[in-house]
């Protein structure tokens, strides 16, 4: 009978946890809890045709979105969880519009600051295709046993201490980094564990997949319509044409991409000048993940790790995935070199 080697989740956190001698096992802890919270989201989200779960909430969102049943349950299951893991003193997400102090005496110790995206795709969630969670963590700067302040989550991406993704698809998965590579774990629903199934992720430097709503196409800026353009041309060399693939949520487009080689583009326009995207929650964790598997992440002129965040829910142009093509859209927006 061939040995079926399990490594749950817990196992590879506390494997990886000796990696780091003065850990004390608080970002283990921490990573356990968000773990945790992905299922019991999980579990709701496998049930959204059956339960009082899916359609909006009613509530329109401090980004001027109608917020989602799910949207809502999936923060206060992730908001929870953090605030009694009593390893993290405050979260920000994209459900709240101010950072959230959490106040009890074992939460104020705590050395982490988590961002979270709680349930990113929402908009598909009726339609039964595949949404994520998305999260963020970071050493508080301001003294531990005070209450949290918002500082503590403008932090540039460098500084990310880990970040990961949870995508509720054909499975569910959970992919994270602490800064050593990139690892995915599959949810085994018959033992309610994750368990390590791809291992050490590296992203191709170079795909052939293009991933962005091209129904925005009359709002692009010349550059960016001359690469999708570009992306259409016939090349036999580098592959082209390319295959389009747009899912609508970031967590789905982007987990193919890492695994196939691609690059996702979500553009400034004439429609969402700055973009649509939040930099402390959705870009800065997607781009962690991107960099630590090989990969590149940019806002078209810079790194997006090391753009100072002004505030929360700030949104940034984001482009992410294979290096080459990270590059090359660099390369179309970058006017002297796009013209030789
Ligand atoms: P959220 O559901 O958290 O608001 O995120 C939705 C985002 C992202 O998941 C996706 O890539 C993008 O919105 C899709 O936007 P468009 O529908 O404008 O293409
Ligand atoms: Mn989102
Ligand atoms: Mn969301």
Excluded: W
Aim: glycine fraction near 8%.
């Amino acid at each position: 009978m061939n040995s079926y080697k399990i490594t749950t989740l817990n196992d590879f956190i506390t494997l990886k946890q000796k990696d780091f001698p003065f850990a004390k096992g608080e970002l283990s802890n921490l990573l356990n809890h968000i773990g945790t919270a992905a299922k019991i989201v999980n579990k709701k989200i496998n049930k959204a045709g059956l339960v009082d779960i899916i359609g909006r909430s009613g509530v329109v969102n401090i980004q001027g979105e109608n917020q989602q049943k799910l949207d809502n349950f999936a923060d206060k299951v992730f908001t929870d969880a953090l605030r009694t893991s009593g390893e993290c003193c405050g979260i920000a997400t994209e459900e709240n519009q101010n950072e959230i102090v959490f106040t009890e005496k074992f939460a104020k110790k705590g050395k982490y600051i988590v961002c979270m995206d709680p349930l990113d795709g929402s908009s598909n969630i009726d339609y039964n295709v595949s949404v994520g969670s998305i999260f963020s963590i970071y050493r508080r700067i301001t003294p531990r046993g005070e209450k949290v302040k918002n500082e503590d989550f403008l932090q540039e991406g460098t500084e990310q201490v880990a970040a990961g993704y949870v995508i509720y698809g054909s499975s569910t998965m959970l992919v994270y980094s602490t800064g050593n590579g990139v690892n995915g774990f599959t949810l085994d629903p018959s033992i309610g564990e994750f368990c390590l199934s791809h291992p050490d992720i590296k992203t191709p430097d170079d795909g052939k997949i293009y991933s962005i709503n091209e129904g925005n196409y009359i709002f692009f800026h010349e550059e960016i319509k001359k690469y999708i353009k570009y992306c259409q041309e016939k090349d036999e060399d580098s592959g082209r044409p390319y295959t389009s693939r747009y899912i609508g949520s970031l967590v789905s487009d982007f987990h193919r991409n890492l695994l196939m080689g691609g690059v996702f583009l979500y553009p400034q326009n004439k429609k969402a000048p700055k973009g649509k995207l939040r930099l402390v929650y959705e870009c800065n964790p997607i781009a962690f993940i991107a960099e630590q598997a090989g990969g590149a992440a940019s806002d078209g002129k810079k790194r997006i790790l090391a753009i100072r965040p002004k505030s929360i829910h700030q949104r940034s142009p984001f482009y992410v995935g294979s290096k080459n093509m990270v590059r090359k859209i660099e390369d179309f927006i970058d006017e002297r070199k796009r013209n030789n």
